[in-house]
């Protein structure tokens, strides 16, 4: 099984997205999966011009001369998509976006009616795989994400193919420091192993595996306190220099 896994956060493996995504492609690797890791950040992929060259004028390809040129094959011949991003103003991270639009020349430009909806066709040589979404916010709530999934599912549509399911962790800030003390989480990350074993294993994440991953880290109450604490002694910390 060939995955390819996108990192949109520009805190890279210093961020809270990595927290989840890495023990999840390493529970991949470790059910015998290819994973290819890439940071957008360290990636040179300019936005969608619109023209539709990559349609009418030099069919599947884009004119423009960036990392799409390398990506595009392996994205073409992947099982699986991880698309990993911390939620940026109640969606994906402009990077990831990017990424996303410039994956146009995979399909042809025809329409053809599939469910009873009008998608494009795959392009030749494109598998129909899996994506996985990867992702973790700052606000509390589990709803905060409502939005990017549906964006999600929709592009899964759109592209043909399978939404396997959605690593999500809110309140992703407190993640890091209850690990770094030992705040008993460390179930949270296991749970992000064990759900790259199963995909890779059984084809897909049991939903006891992905609510464990997004399971209740504190109160929201203590989490308000908490965040509200630090952002002050920050702020403190300013006028003293
Ligand atoms: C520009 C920007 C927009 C954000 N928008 C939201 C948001 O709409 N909802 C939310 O819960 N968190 C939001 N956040 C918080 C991030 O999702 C959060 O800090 C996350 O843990 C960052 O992940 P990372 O460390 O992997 O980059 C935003 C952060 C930034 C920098």
Redesign the pocket.
């Known amino acids: 099984m060939k995955v390819l896994a996108f990192?949109s956060?520009?805190?890279?493996d210093?961020?809270?997205?990595?927290?989840i995504l890495n023990p999840f492609l390493e529970g991949m690797r470790e059910a015998g999966a290819g994973v290819e890791l890439f940071y957008t950040k360290k990636l040179k992929i300019n936005p969608c011009q619109g023209e539709f060259n990559c349609w009418l004028k030099t069919p599947g390809k884009c004119w423009q001369k960036d990392d799409m040129d390398m990506l595009r094959p392996k994205l073409g011949e992947a099982d699986v998509w991880v698309l990993?991003?911390?939620?940026?103003?109640?969606?994906m991270?402009g990077p990831m976006k990017n990424l996303i639009d410039r994956i146009i020349p995979l399909v042809q430009p025809f329409f053809e009616l599939r469910d009873d909806r009008i998608r494009h066709p795959a392009r030749e040589g494109t598998k129909r795989g899996k994506t996985v979404l990867v992702?973790?916010?700052?606000?509390?709530e589990m709803d905060?994400f409502d939005a990017l999934l549906v964006h999600v599912k929709a592009l899964c549509k759109n592209g043909n193919r399978e939404f396997a399911g959605a690593l999500l962790?809110?309140h992703?800030?407190a993640l890091r420091p209850m690990l770094e003390i030992g705040g008993l989480v460390e179930d949270v990350v296991e749970a992000a192993r064990e759900a790259g074993r199963q995909l890779v294993r059984d084809g897909k994440i049991s939903t006891e595996t992905l609510n464990t991953v997004s399971r209740e880290l504190m109160s929201r109450e203590d989490y308000i306190q908490v965040a509200n604490q630090n952002f002050q002694q920050a702020l403190d910390a300013l006028e003293k220099k």
């Open positions: 990192n956060s520009p805190r890279m210093k961020g809270n997205t990595a927290l990993a991003t911390p939620l940026y103003v109640d969606g991270t992702s973790n916010c700052g606000f509390w905060n962790r809110s992703g800030e």
